[in-house]
């Protein structure tokens, strides 16, 4: 890796730590600089501001994030309610690691609310899509009809439970979204009639 590529990725690391701990609007280009061990001549050399850096971050986690979903989801099969209690299993897992803090991607996009066409929301919104995307194939592998329309309504108790998780501290949101998501798999199985697998 060239330098300047090394030290790009120093950058990029340093500014995801600070802004996955603090978030966006606490952390400044001093102290990435800072955490990175660089002058900030350096830092501006690679990134012209907090916002371009910030996009670049997002973007990075991004295809890391997709990439591991997508391991994690060749890991799932079987029936659609297997397919759910897998998935809200490993979130209760990912919940109970130290200093967890939900969905870098979430909590970034609540903090930048006022600015609708900040380059950050507009990755982040390409990024939760292709996860329920990438659900609704893993839905569709084990025999759901309509499984885009069930992975935006599992994706949405996903969400709501990484939410509850953060605010009450209670990895039991895990749990009971997992049991209304297979709720739902019952009603869309009913209502389609796809097989029980």
Do not use: C
């Amino acid at each position: 890796m060239a330098r300047s590529e090394h030290t790009r990725e120093r950058i990029l690391e340093a500014a995801y730590k600070l802004f996955r701990r603090r978030g966006y609007g606490r952390v400044t280009m001093d102290d990435i600089a800072a955490e990175a061990r660089l002058t900030k001549r350096t830092l501006y050399h690679h990134f012209h501001s907090k916002d371009q850096l910030l996009a670049q971050v997002l973007d990075a986690q991004h295809r890391l994030a997709l990439q591991a979903f997508r391991t994690f989801g060749d890991q799932l099969s079987g029936s659609a309610e297997a397919v759910v209690e897998g998935m809200f299993r490993a979130l209760a897992v990912w919940a109970d690691t130290p200093r967890w803090a939900g969905s870098g991607f979430t909590r970034l996009v609540i903090e930048l609310a006022d600015l609708p066409g900040h380059p950050a929301r507009l990755i982040a919104r390409r990024h939760k899509a292709q996860l329920e995307r990438h659900l609704g194939e893993l839905l569709e592998r084990s025999g759901v009809q309509q499984a885009r329309e069930l992975a935006r309504a599992i994706w949405l108790l996903s969400e709501g439970a990484i939410s509850l998780i953060l605010v009450h501290g209670d990895r039991g949101y895990s749990a009971a979204a997992s049991e209304a998501a297979n709720a739902l798999v019952r009603h869309y199985r009913d209502k389609h009639q796809f097989p029980h697998r």
